[in-house]
């Protein structure tokens, strides 16, 4: 009697114990039926007072108890859910590049990046292994070294071991603040259920379910948030600096032309911009002759002077043969217009032409269209002509393009600053940072606070650039440069220039949530949408539904009671391997619909391996008893053989592999446990409790009756 209800528990607790598992599940469906109600009601109120007044009765009546369901509900994936599964890659080659010393950078290093760079666009190897490959190939046969490019502060520890330590820790710290960096965008986001992963040496999977706006995750997901305040330097150096970059140039096209000329220098005079010739008209000048400058700057046109006909290097052309020459003359400051401040004019702009070796000093403007941003920057990047930009500058382009000059025009005209490298301040001294709307404008602005120490320096830093201009650049591209007008106190500062205030909130977020070490990308990319997740629901419990019936059917058909029992063993299966799934908070994928599709067929053929033994001992004239005891026994080993090597190679799965194939893999390798302990003792249980008590006779297909003996 005892041994009896031991088998009756036996069957029981795992049902009791996975129906308790799935009750969250169960109970969060049921909360947001009720949550798409009150939804519907609230679009259907009248103002939005009452629509707040309806969600808040929800909030207040279920919020609590959806949250806590939410959080041990079964979790579904995106091929179910629909949402965006994303490979994120860190550019360690990038961080390489940066942690060198900026003066110490040539041609021969710039090689070695862009070799490491192109090995690694068809290779998952170590990052870090062959950049030192092709250093060791290229550098080093020049007589370079690691030490000739990397400072780790001590020169007593400046040995290449301890340069490669450091490269190494800083990759590998580099991605694991990536990924946290991501998760926290992601949760202040709000994406519900994020499934975040490390993969490899520089990888980040991420799945993010119910994900609806793309373009705003992949924006949240690539900003790389790196904040500087930056002095802006638009002095005739950098003028002096484009104009020998257009030397150059012109010099390279003549050799390839097989035209030999002196290397033409640039003077460093201060004439008067009235002797300036007059502007070759160009397609850059003509579109930004209008062009307003900041506050109520504006550009004045001087090309009408009788000094500019004089001096005019371009009379009596064509308006096309003026393109050329001007193009083939400057071909790279023909790119942008140049504007000059006269002084002493109120701040009026006058157009600046590199046809004169007279750079006066004084501040400048300059502008590009959208369409030549790609050339202008291709040209910077060259190993030549990066010597030519002082070493404590950098250029640096407008992250939106002038809005009034857009209205007007109808072209997108970005602003060029040259900017001292170093920044005044990062934005490691931002608290927090807060989404509004400029008073004046109404435009979308974040407003930042600072630490104690930032708040002093910043303090400091405007104090001291009275009159100046300061960048607040982000991810490379400067978002506003105001002019300080006097020193602010209590580190207030804030960013404008965003086009609506969803991308103001997404800056919002990457700026609280701090700044990626390394740049990322995306190099894989998928989005499933709800209505096709809806679809692979559909699919899959489908499927399953009719390969259990038929699963079913032919047990009952076939092996008559026994197959009874076996379909009940099937289906406690199939409900325990999603309990066990819930309970390790895993998530059920397409693919792990497939894998309990497999596991049904498993179940089974476990069952028919028993009753074929108990039907061959019952052809021997064995007792029912007697061939039960023997079937079970000589079905188990090879019942667990097959479980064991499909184990295996679920195991190999679930470890090697990663996105659905890891769904497959996780599901199965529960069902062949599960699949164990019901094949062989819930099935024999319930087959002993069913021969007790005047169930004497039972059949598994037999051609007649056997009686219980």
């Not at 003509?286 to 090309?303: H, I, P, R, Y």
């Not at 010597?387 to 009034?404: G, M, V």
């Not at 407003?447 to 320096?457: F, Q, S, Y």
């Not at 609280?512 to 899959?540: C, F, M, T, W, Y």
Request: hydrophobic letters at 40%.
């Amino acid at each position: 009697m005892k041994n009896n209800w031991g088998k009756l528990f036996l069957i029981l607790i795992p049902i009791i114990a996975a129906i308790a598992v799935m009750i969250p599940t169960y109970r969060a469906y049921q909360l947001e039926g009720k949550l798409k109600d009150y939804r519907a009601k609230a679009n259907a109120a009248g103002n939005s007072t009452d629509s707040l007044a309806i969600m808040e009765e929800f909030r207040s009546m279920y919020g609590a108890d959806l949250e806590a369901a939410k959080k041990n509900q079964l979790k579904l994936g995106l091929d179910l859910r629909g949402g965006m599964y994303v490979t994120l890659e860190v550019d360690v080659v990038k961080l390489l590049e940066e942690s060198a010393q900026r003066e110490a950078i040539d041609e021969v290093f710039l090689t070695v990046l862009a070799k490491t760079r192109e090995e690694l666009a068809s290779s998952e190897s170590d990052a870090l292994d062959v950049f030192l490959k092709h250093f060791n190939e290229i550098a080093r046969p020049k007589g370079k070294s690691l030490i000739s490019y990397y400072d780790i502060g001590d020169f007593r520890e400046a040995t290449e071991e301890n340069i490669i330590e450091r490269l190494r820790q800083n990759a590998d710290d580099a991605i694991s603040q990536a990924a946290e960096v991501i998760r926290q965008r992601i949760d202040q986001y709000g994406v519900a259920e994020p499934n975040i992963q490390q993969q490899g040496n520089n990888r980040i999977i991420l799945e993010l379910p119910g994900v609806e706006n793309e373009d705003q995750m992949r924006s949240l997901l690539e900003t790389t948030a790196r904040l500087e305040f930056h002095l802006v330097r638009n002095s005739a150096d950098i003028v002096r600096s484009f104009a020998r970059i257009d030397d150059l140039l012109v010099q390279q096209a003549k050799r390839r032309a097989g035209i030999v000329d002196e290397q033409p220098t640039v003077q460093d005079t201060s004439a008067q911009v009235a002797e300036t010739p007059a502007p070759a008209p160009t397609t850059q000048n003509d579109t930004m002759q209008t062009a307003k400058l900041e506050g109520d700057t504006t550009v004045a046109d001087t090309s009408g002077s009788d000094t500019s006909k004089a001096n005019d290097p371009y009379a009596g052309m064509s308006e096309k043969e003026i393109m050329e020459k001007h193009t083939s003359e400057h071909p790279f400051t023909s790119l942008f217009a140049t504007y000059f401040m006269q002084p002493g004019d109120a701040g009026q702009m006058v157009p600046f032409y590199y046809t004169t070796d007279e750079i006066p000093d004084g501040e400048y403007s300059f502008r590009i269209i959208k369409d030549s941003i790609a050339r202008f920057n291709e040209v910077l990047n060259r190993p030549e002509i990066r010597p030519l930009i002082p070493i404590d500058f950098k250029i640096t382009i407008e992250a939106k393009p002038d809005s009034r000059l857009f209205k007007q025009s109808g072209i997108e005209v970005f602003e060029i600053f040259s900017l001292n490298r170093e920044p005044e301040l990062t934005g490691e001294v931002i608290t927090n940072a807060q989404q509004s709307f400029d008073p004046t404008t109404n435009a979308p602005i974040v407003n930042m606070t600072m630490n104690d120490d930032g708040a002093e320096r910043w303090a400091r830093i405007t104090g001291a650039n009275v009159d100046k201009r300061v960048a607040i650049v982000l991810d490379e591209r400067v978002y506003s440069a105001p002019v300080v007008r006097d020193r602010i106190l209590g580190g207030r500062s804030q960013i404008s220039g965003m086009a609506n205030s969803d991308e103001a909130r997404l800056l919002e977020v990457v700026l609280k949530a701090g700044a990626l070490k390394a740049p990322v990308q995306i190099i894989e990319e998928r989005v499933v949408g709800p209505s096709l997740g809806q679809d692979s629901i559909n699919s899959g419990v489908t499927a399953s539904l009719f390969a259990m019936l038929l699963v079913i059917a032919y047990m009952v058909f076939y092996y008559n009671k026994g197959g009874l029992v076996a379909d009940f063993a099937v289906l406690l299966n199939v409900f325990l391997v999603i309990a066990v799934l819930t309970a390790l908070k895993g998530t059920l994928t397409l693919p792990g619909i497939g894998g309990i599709i497999l596991t049904i067929g498993m179940a089974v053929d476990a069952n028919v391996l028993i009753f074929e033994r108990i039907r061959e001992e019952i052809a021997k004239g064995r007792s029912l008893r007697s061939a039960i005891d023997e079937g079970f026994s000589k079905a188990l080993s090879a019942i667990i053989d097959g479980n064991i090597t499909t184990g295996i190679t679920a195991f190999i799965l679930l470890t090697l592999a990663s996105g659905p194939i890891q769904g497959f893999a996780t599901t199965l390798l529960i069902g062949i446990i599960s699949t164990l302990f019901t094949g062989i003792l819930i099935t024999r249980a319930l087959i002993e409790l069913l021969l007790i008590k005047g169930s004497n006779e039972f059949n598994f297909g037999q051609p007649k009756q056997i009686q219980s003996i």
